[in-house]
């Protein structure tokens, strides 16, 4: 597995990681946790050292999950998680709103820290920007975790450029993770040319479009009653049908190339910029290796070109997640 570097801080991972939300909620009924074990070691065993996780996520199953299963092999892996929602640590309950306060910001370090059986937290996001808490008292909450010894680096999630500079002036950022695909490509106006000037890394979350980009979903496609994709209007039959053009055009490009559209959606992203680290999740093993494969499938810049040609001229249909429904499911 190829390796990258996020940040100046030189935290060295696999260029593609695992997102490990989906084992535990989001995307219907939590798996099996022995088979998500199971392939989360497999993961490791492919060559992956980077594995995304958070509190929000069940919540508090994903990273106990995550924490059983990296636990033998703590020291050859990087793990990131998220702090940042209102979320009572006795619990689990949720409120539905944020909370970046400083002191419950260390006390969910805390408990991130025993859910997770290690003694250091080596990349801490905050998940969503809490407006009643300025950004510079979240950075040097984290600055102190960091001092102590419990995180490494710091992390943002779907964060305003001028957020993330108040920040990184403050406690450097080392990653910024958001959405990022060829199904929403809204990062590369503002977002990346300031990465890129600040030399924080990037982590795109959704590098599959949710599935849509793997070419397996199509108008007809049902999903549980209690996937997000239910309430997402790009994620509606109407909008699945009118979008089915950029599914084509990945399909023809991975025809060419010998690939899987999901390979070719991966390597895309992969071909932007040195500094990008996708984490494409999966509940299968199957699906975990065709994903990894991505990492040898070489776009040309004529593929490059025509895929970013043919794609500017293609109006996607439907909004993406709106913010609530980034909130409760916790993406």
């Known amino acids: 597995m190829k390796k990258r570097t996020l940040g100046k801080g030189g935290l060295e991972v696999s260029a593609l990681g695992l997102g490990c939300m989906s084992m535990s909620s989001g995307y219907g009924p939590a798996a099996d946790k022995g088979e998500m074990i199971r392939l989360i070691r497999r993961a490791h065993d492919l060559g992956v050292t980077h594995f995304d996780t958070a509190e929000a996520y069940g919540p508090f199953a994903n990273e106990e999950l995550v924490g059983e299963a990296l636990q033998p092999i703590r020291n050859e892996v990087v793990i990131a998680t998220k702090f940042g929602f209102d979320i009572d640590l006795e619990t689990g309950k949720r409120s539905g709103g944020t909370n970046s306060r400083p002191e419950h910001i260390k006390r969910v370090a805390?408990?991130?820290?025993?859910?997770?059986?290690?003694?250091?937290?080596?990349?801490?996001y905050q998940h969503r920007v809490d407006a009643d808490v300025a950004i510079e008292d979240v950075a040097a909450a984290v600055k102190q975790l960091i001092a102590e010894?419990?995180?490494?680096?710091?992390?943002?999630?779907?964060?305003?450029?001028?957020?993330?500079?108040?920040a990184h002036a403050v406690q450097p950022v080392t990653a910024i993770q958001s959405e990022y695909s060829l199904f929403w490509r809204g990062p590369e106006a503002e977002l990346l040319p300031t990465l890129e000037e600040l030399g924080i890394g990037f982590v795109p979350f959704s590098p599959l479009g949710a599935g849509f980009l793997t070419g397996k979903i199509d108008e007809n496609t049902k999903f549980d009653p209690t996937?997000?994709?239910?309430?997402?209007?790009?994620?509606?039959?109407?909008?699945?049908?009118?979008n089915m053009t950029l599914v084509d055009l990945v399909k023809t490009v991975a025809e060419r190339k010998g690939a899987t559209p999901a390979q070719v959606a991966l390597a895309w992203l992969?071909?932007?910029?040195?500094?990008?680290v996708p984490i494409p999740g999966t509940t299968k093993q199957h699906r975990l290796e065709e994903n990894l494969g991505a990492v040898n499938v070489e776009l040309t810049d004529n593929d490059l070109k025509e895929i970013d040609e043919a794609s500017s001229k293609l109006k996607l249909e439907g909004a993406r997640p709106p913010e609530a429904m980034l909130k409760m499911t916790g993406l």
Do not use: C, Y
């Not at 010894?149 to 108040?166: C, D, L, N, W």
């Open 110 to 124: 805390d408990a991130s820290l025993k859910r997770l059986r290690t003694d250091h937290i080596d990349l801490f």
């Open 149 to 166: 010894g419990k995180v490494k680096h710091f992390g943002m999630s779907e964060a305003a450029v001028q957020t993330i500079r108040k």
């Open 227 to 242: 996937d997000f994709r239910n309430l997402v209007p790009r994620f509606s039959p109407e909008a699945r049908r009118a």
């Open 270 to 276: 992969l071909a932007q910029k040195p500094w990008i």
